[in-house]
């Protein structure tokens, strides 16, 4: 008899063969981060990144303002009506600490109105779905309590009247909006120069979005 063409395969080759197949194994690595995770992210700090520079640019305008106030005050040589006219021309809105409000404001992705005309003291800012206002005062125009809010050492016999008429103008606007059922926040110029507690402040008032 001719021998068989083929050999009798191994056990081992065998058990291998039938053995069932093996389970893919587990990455140990973490998964990556959705799509969602990073669009959170790239807002947080996007909205980080714009009030750092707003409080920034609010530094070195208040550093180049000191400087100009520290250098020697000359004689006033303008006449009475000439002061007059430019003491009229300061502004009333869209002052400078105003503006940084507004845009620490817009960075934390908040939208509000300007200036209401038909409520007490027009507002600076205004959410009105929220009823709630937001006065952005110069210190020493409405008396604060710090050390830009003090009286000038000359003519007080002109300031004093004047800035005292300011403080009780204010407080009167304020009570009239609370009894509209308004929620109000009075922010000082001097708060400014902490521009992380400030966004803090005005989140808190104003809640989330």
């Known amino acids: 008899m001719c021998p068989l063409p083929w050999t009798m395969p191994s ?11 093996r389970a893919p194994r587990e990455s140990c690595q973490a998964q990556p981060p959705g799509l969602d995770d ?18 920034r640019q609010y530094r070195i305008e208040s550093s180049l303002a000191q400087a100009t106030m520290s250098a020697p005050i000359a004689m006033d040589t303008r006449t009475p009506q000439q002061r007059r006219r ?44 929220r009823r709630k206002a937001i006065f952005v005062h110069g210190c020493f125009w409405h008396r604060h309590g710090c050390a830009k809010g003090q009286l000038p050492k000359s003519r007080l016999n002109y300031w004093k ?3 005292e008429d300011n403080v009780i103008r204010d407080k009167t606007r304020l009570e009239e909006l609370e009894d509209l059922g308004w929620q109000t926040l009075v922010v000082w110029q001097c708060e400014l120069d902490d521009m ?7 989140q808190d008032f104003v809640g989330a979005l």
């Open 161 to 163: 009247p004047k800035l």
């Open 11 to 21: 056990l081992d080759r065998i058990a291998t063969t039938n053995a069932a197949p």
């Open 38 to 55: 990073l669009l959170g992210e790239f807002v947080r700090f996007r909205q980080v990144f714009q009030i750092d520079q707003v409080f």
């Open 196 to 202: 992380e507690a400030l966004a803090a402040r005005l």
């Open 86 to 129: 430019i003491m009229q021309a300061v502004k009333s809105r869209d002052t400078k600490p105003e503006m940084v409000v507004r845009r620490c404001l817009h960075a934390m992705g908040y939208r509000y109105r300007l200036h209401r005309k038909d409520l007490p003291g027009r507002p600076d800012i205004v959410f009105a779905g």
